[in-house]
């Protein structure tokens, strides 16, 4: 019996990938670094700011000292402006709200830092998630299963209980390392074929094609 949604964040609740790209572009700018198309990003985000920013790096420069000279760029802008361009997909808000409604419980699990996950998940969805489970110092970062088991266990639901949602193929990833049933969304930045190369057990095409999902396992 399905009681939870995880859910992942960038890609699958918010599209940020302008703000993103904005913060990261300029801070390659002002070291002098080229910069990329707003699309480029799609396969850049995912696996935290670091990864985000190593991998917008030219390949000779893809080390820690350099990473972290431009994230302390990226934050405070970012910080600020993380809202800019950002907004839910379409019919995601109604999703999570019939979702509450019919007494599920939901959750964001995101590789976000964690003061960032709550500023952008609030200010596009209110408080209406039951946790909101970002990047913390000390717990690796998705597809390893940590972060979703940890925020399982403080919402007192096992993995079997639970889908977890995403748009990569690291979401669905963390999704089948944890146990919780994997389903790939294709509203995102990714594609079908990395989704279930990853091992996503189902795939939607819309947000509502979830609730008619979650009713058919819970036959």
Not at 49 to 74: C, G, H, Q
Not at 127 to 137: E, P
Request: proline share 5%; charged share 25%; with cysteine.
């Amino acid at each position: 019996m399905i009681k939870a949604v995880l859910f992942d964040l960038d890609g699958t609740l918010a599209d940020s990938l302008i703000d993103l790209a904005d913060g990261v572009n300029r801070a390659l700018v002002q070291k002098g670094y080229p910069t990329h198309p707003v699309d480029a990003f799609k396969y850049f985000v995912g696996d935290g700011i670091p990864k985000m920013i190593e991998r917008a790096l030219p390949e000779s420069d893809r080390n820690a000292d350099t990473v972290n000279e431009l994230k302390n760029i990226f934050l405070p802008y970012y910080g600020v402006h993380y809202a800019d361009n950002t907004y839910a997909y379409a019919g995601c808000p109604e999703l999570v709200s019939t979702l509450k409604q019919k007494g599920f419980i939901v959750a964001v699990v995101t590789n976000k830092d964690q003061i960032m996950a709550n500023e952008v998940v609030t200010s596009l969805y209110g408080n209406v998630f039951d946790l909101i489970f970002g990047k913390r110092d000390g717990i690796p970062a998705k597809p390893d299963p940590t972060a979703a088991l940890m925020a399982m266990e403080q919402l007192g639901v096992k993995p079997h209980e639970c889908v977890f949602i995403g748009d990569s193929g690291m979401d669905v990833a963390t999704a089948v390392n944890s146990g919780a049933v994997p389903v790939g969304e294709l509203w995102g930045f990714r594609q079908r074929d990395e989704l279930l190369a990853n091992g996503a057990k189902y795939i939607i095409s819309e947000p509502k094609e979830l609730l008619d999902l979650i009713e058919e396992l819970n036959k």
